[in-house]
């Protein structure tokens, strides 16, 4: 990178807000993606947003590229960059705004979504998506990517509560799309377009999402399945008894084993499969759905079906099945992890599928995941230094999306496209999904300097 | 160092929310897994040992929050810390270094003998009239940031004065070790006579070995793993002596230390005396209901801070709180991350006295959130580094060691 560009980029940020050194760069070229690893060639943390359109100006004369990262929590490898602009969002973390009369928050970016979470509960709102890593993961990040959680099921995912967003354009234009109003039709819906965009369309400086009333009451349960295939059917005996829960998560053997290792919360270490289960709501109508629940468990041979007694306990339980992921890593070195996902009627046969994949090119694989919304996260234990079984976990992992493909369904249900999943794109949506998802890239980044490389 | 340890990272970031420094700067070399990437890029050959990667390493607290928060099991303070060792057993000590860790931290007499000064220059007034003047301004900076953190020293170290053997009081239950440290002795010695008061009130004989030496902390913080061992070494030996149920400590950063033992010197001993090392507030919990009995009542807001040497190394957080709920008329106020570093992590408040402030400044905060008028809490370093806090910035709070607040119900 050009020293008087460096120069320029400091004159905006600040001198202690723009590194460059090996070191630094060093420890910017990952993110939470297994495999993979780029060096950018300047981090820059900017504190308004007007610091962060001055950057993309420069940039964008320059024809430097850009690529946004909030806390690097990234399954995907979308915020490692090639050379370029790496614009850390971190200190852009104010919560502008909570407004009870139009129950909409407006946040900038580098807000980490349980800093959120706290805030607007404490005026007995709610904010549902919860990201496995919302603990640290970024509202800008969430956004970016259409982040998923624990309470899709019932609540959806990110893009169903971004309401309004401010985005810098490449050449530093500010772009305003939506706003508080629940309805508006006027001209394309570029929001949904924004979101889950990957850092290639735009950058977010402010973001204004839904929140609705918090649920007056919680009951979480776990149940014990010794069979794999009875806790996948209960799932979908759930759904179709027309009960919704908040969370329907499921763990495997090898899941529950690493999980209880970490949190010791009482996890059976004799069964194929734990469902966790939480329904919300008012007390009444929660009382009569855990009921149904139980019912349903019991009819597929669950082994044992508790109910949490109080608040930290059930805390305790969805805040272990959080770990989950991390929590696998303490088997091998590397895991690999996807998010493959398939109609919610096909979970028992995509659960077959990933069994038959791993035992076919002999590798492991845990599966954890959101069985209620038909993602699951198959997890391959290995070692990065074993060539040879990272490709065969490569070869498992081809199957079971051609499989989801097969199945209707997608090759990421939350993670996103990124670098990572880029070669299987093509084949879910075609030439033509190509060809207009390029064209949208064309005329919001005709450059091509927002994190390029990304998705296709 | 074993190179499985820094690749089962998997850069998942649970750590980051936990670490103080990326708390304060965002950084991700400030953070627990760029320390590990880092180190583990050094090894790769990817990265050259430079200035600048030292130092990075050397921001890190070792508080151990991020093993406390890591799903994986990877320890990145430990990590740097073992680092450290590795790096120093290649290029020695510095004069400094070796002044400090071999010729006096070992040996208690020149560590009491080198607080004399101190004590004179607290008592004689010249402190007062230092201080009037502003003649610390000029001494080198650590220098100053060491005088202002020093509260009022008493008048004798606790190991000149105590018993070998304090008998227990009424029906012997049985023997414990007291491992007294260092700090405790010279500048805490109240605060270890209630810890004495108290095992002996509940029926234990403590044995107080007088050839006892520091327990090697202050070396493993130096990177001088040798003298750790040699420190463990002698203890082992002088504690090998007595036949005791357990060996008690009032200091965390002790505790957290000597459990160790087993880890770095091989052999059934270590692996026994480790075994046998607890924390005050392990011991005393045994014996709640006895302990209540004894407790009058003290009309108190109180809140605990967990030392990083007992909730992240030792993982005892329940203990300290359930006895302080134990003393009738307490009101305990749990504080916002009470198991966050008060930033003083051994010599880091002298080292780095910017970013100890900053994270002292974030813990005061929460105190004061809290609305008690108590601080706990069971570490020498702690109490030094929040007392200095306090009564700077909240003089109506009080600071008190776990075991002074209990004897002091006790004494009603």
Known sequence: ?456 | MDYVKLINCMRCGMCLPNCPTYKETFLETASPRGRVALVRKLKDGELDQSERLLEFLSLCLDCQACASSCPCGVNAGELVAEFTCERKSDTGLNFMEDLVLRKLVPHPDRLETSMVPMRMYQNTGLQKLVRTLGLLKIFPKPLERMEGLLPPLPARPLRQEIREVTPAIGTERGTVGFFLGCVMSLIFSDASRATIQLLTSLGYRVITPRNQVCCGAPNMLGGDLAGLKEAAVTNLSVFGGYDVDFIVTDCGGCGAELKKYGHHIEGEQAATFSAKVRDISQVLALHADELRAQLKPLALKATYHDPCHIAHCQGIRKEPRDLLKLVPGLEYREMESADACCGSAGTYNINRPEMSDRILKRKLDTIRDSGAQVLVTSNPGCLLQLKKGLADHLPQVKIMHLTEILSRSISG
């Open chain 1, 1 to 456: 990178m050009q020293q008087s560009l460096i120069k320029e980029l400091q004159t905006i940020v600040g001198e202690p807000y723009l590194l460059t050194d090996r070191e630094s760069l060093a420890v910017y070229g990952y993110d939470s993606t297994p495999e993979l690893e780029r060096l950018p060639g300047a981090v820059l943390l900017p504190g308004t947003s007007d610091e962060i359109a001055r950057i993309m100006r420069l940039c964008h004369g320059a024809g430097v590229t850009v690529t946004p990262r909030g806390s690097g929590t990234n399954l995907s490898g979308g915020s490692l960059s090639t050379g370029g602009v790496v614009i850390q969002t971190s200190r852009l973390n104010r919560i502008i705004e909570v407004d009870e009369e139009n129950l909409t928050a407006t946040v900038e970016p580098g807000v980490v979504t349980s800093a959120l979470h706290r805030e607007v509960e404490a005026r007995g709102l709610f904010y549902p998506p919860d990201p496995g890593s919302m603990n640290i993961s970024t509202m800008g990040g969430n956004v970016a990517e259409n982040s998923g959680g624990l309470r899709g099921l019932k609540y959806g995912v990110t893009a169903d509560y971004v309401m309004g967003l401010e985005t810098i354009l490449a050449d530093g234009e500010l772009l305003r799309t939506g706003g508080k109003v629940v309805k508006d039709v006027a001209g394309y819906s570029l929001n949904p377009l924004l979101v889950s965009s990957e850092g290639t369309l735009g950058f977010f400086s402010a973001i204004t999402v839904k929140l609705i009333p918090k649920p007056q009451g919680k009951i979480t349960m776990l149940a014990h399945f010794p069979e794999l295939q009875d806790a996948a059917l209960a799932v979908s005996a759930i759904i179709a008894a027309k009960v919704i829960p908040a969370t329907l998560e499921f763990l495997d053997k090898v899941t529950i084993k690493c999980v209880e290792d970490y949190a010791h919360v009482g996890l059976p270490l004799d069964v194929d499969a734990v469902l966790l289960i939480e329904v919300d709501g008012h007390p009444v109508v929660i009382a009569e759905e855990a009921a149904a629940v139980a019912e349903i468990c019991k009819k597929h041979r669950c082994s044992s079906f508790q109910t949490a007694q109080t608040p930290a306990e059930a805390l305790k339980l969805t805040e272990a099945r959080r770990t989950a992921l991390s929590a696998l890593a303490r088997m091998k070195p590397t895991t690999i992890l996807e998010d493959a996902t398939v109609p919610r009627s096909c979970i028992a046969a995509m659960l077959k599928v990933i069994q038959d994949s791993a035992r076919k090119h002999a590798v492991t694989i845990g599966t954890f995941g959101h069985a209620g919304d038909g993602n699951l996260h198959p997890t391959c234990l290995t070692d990065e230094r074993d060539k040879d079984e990272i490709k065969r976990a490569h070869a498992a992992f081809a199957e079971i999306f051609d499989a989801a493909i097969a199945m209707g369904g997608t090759i990421t249900g939350e993670h996103g496209v990124g670098l990572a999943k880029k070669k299987y794109l093509p084949k879910l949506v075609g030439e033509s999904g190509i060809r207009v998802m390029k064209g949208i890239k064309q005329a919001f980044d005709p450059k091509g300097i927002l994190n390029p490389g990304k998705i296709f």
